[in-house]
């Protein structure tokens, strides 16, 4: 495990306990920006410790939350096992305090790579923060989630219902 890897509590807006994460640079490695690291659905900070080590190499300061209902961060539903928000805005609020706590008091250029929920969560707060970030890179965005047997209408209904 990185021995320069600290993980730290946040706290949402909305007053959720997030857990995030900072990856400091090796001795002697000048810091040229910060990369916030969005993760995907089900994943946690621990699954990125040798991406935030390749990015420490290049002089880049990694910090990432492992979003609400996920990894070690608080859950809103009843049992501690089940991931769920109302509305995907709730991610935004996560992103936001990651950023606001974790990344600018760096006062250094900030990068995005986001990995699959991590980047549609990332394209909507592109969308409301247009100039936020240096650049940003996508992986595999979760643009769609296939429902397979069921017909697209359904999930629509259904998702209005219990929203």
């Not at 994943?43 to 990894?71: C, M, P, T």
């Not at 996508?138 to 296939?146: K, N, R, S």
Request: aromatic share 8%; hydrophobic share 45%.
């Amino acid at each position: 495990m990185n021995e320069r890897f600290k993980a730290q509590g946040l706290q949402s807006p909305d007053g959720l306990g997030l857990r995030a994460g900072k990856w400091g640079l090796p001795e002697g490695v000048t810091p040229r920006g910060v990369c916030i690291l969005l993760e995907g659905f089900t994943e946690f900070l621990e699954k990125y410790h040798e991406v935030a080590e390749e990015l420490n190499q290049r002089g880049l300061i990694v910090v990432s939350v492992d979003w609400r209902s996920q990894g070690a961060s608080e859950r809103g539903a009843r049992d501690n096992r089940t991931g769920h928000v109302r509305d995907f805005s709730e991610y935004e609020l996560d992103l936001a305090i990651l950023f606001q706590k974790l990344a600018a008091p760096l006062n250094l250029p900030v990068i995005v790579l986001a990995h699959s929920m991590g980047a549609h969560i990332l394209l909507r707060d592109l969308h409301e923060n247009k100039r936020r970030f240096l650049c940003a890179a996508l992986v595999a965005p979760m643009l769609d989630i296939v429902v397979e047997k069921y017909p697209r209408w359904l999930v629509n209904v259904l998702t209005f219902v219990l929203n």
